[in-house]
């Protein structure tokens, strides 16, 4: 083995694995968009017994929430709020009464 290679060859070593770290990290941290977050709430909705047709979302007031998701007719108490946050996970979830058809 040469010099050259020698040198080199940790060196492109290096580099690629710092390339394959950076990539692995990326993708882990890539958040959902809305319309699937908006599904995997309104999926949840639809395992409480409502259906998925009755869910719309707002951004979130709140430091560190994204969306909330809510589900349910629109009279106050029989409405599902899911919040959600940066990254697309459930934070909370605020029941007001029973799954009740619109």
């Not at 709140?62 to 998701?69: A, F, P, T």
Request: a neutral charge; one cysteine or more; glycine letters at 10%.
């Amino acid at each position: 083995m040469g010099l050259r290679a020698r040198i080199f060859a940790p060196l492109v070593a290096l580099i690629l694995c710092a390339g394959v770290l950076g990539w692995l990290l990326g993708v882990r941290s890539v958040t959902p968009g809305e319309t699937e977050v908006i599904n995997r709430m309104a999926a949840l909705y639809v395992e409480e017994g409502g259906r998925a047709t009755d869910c719309a979302a707002r951004p979130a007031a709140s430091d560190g929430l994204w969306l909330v998701v809510r589900c349910g007719c629109a009279e106050a108490e029989a409405a599902r709020e899911y919040f959600v946050d940066d990254f697309g996970r459930l934070a909370h979830r605020r029941a007001k009464g029973a799954v009740a058809a619109c």
